[in-house]
């Protein structure tokens, strides 16, 4: 699907390794970390191929920022991701202390930002990132209904 006007680049490499992980049959979600205008890490959602229910596109990413730039607090950075985080990448954000979240497609059933628990809105959360959502929204909704079209 072409969007409407040009994605930032932070964007489109998260719907890329979307793609990545439903090439290689995962979930097609994407993340990206970005650290003043660099990239710092990307990954796709990757539980089925490492067998790790915890592989979320937003914790690996999360993680190999954190080693990249060698440090547990990955203040001043950005995550890009193609899916509304769940209630598990959530809390890793808030504890992460992202400073930005930029998500593309609401997910109404497991999403944790503007659904359901609504993690960075509770009184306990520790910290609490801006939130943008719908930037390549129709691209990443795209991408999820093609991949369960065809498993269908």
Known sequence: MTPRWPLPEPMRLALAQA???ADAGAVPIGAVVVKDGAVVAMAHNGPRETHDPTAHAEIIAIRAAAASLRQDRLDGCDLWVTL?????CAGAIVHA???RVYYAAP???GGAVEHGARIFDQPTALHRP????GMGEAEAADQLRRFFRERR
């Open 84 to 88: 509304e985080p769940c209630a598990m």
């Open 19 to 21: 793609a990545a992980a």
């Open 107 to 109: 997910d109404a059933k």
């Open 97 to 99: 202390r992202i400073a």
């Open 130 to 133: 801006e939130v943008y959502s």
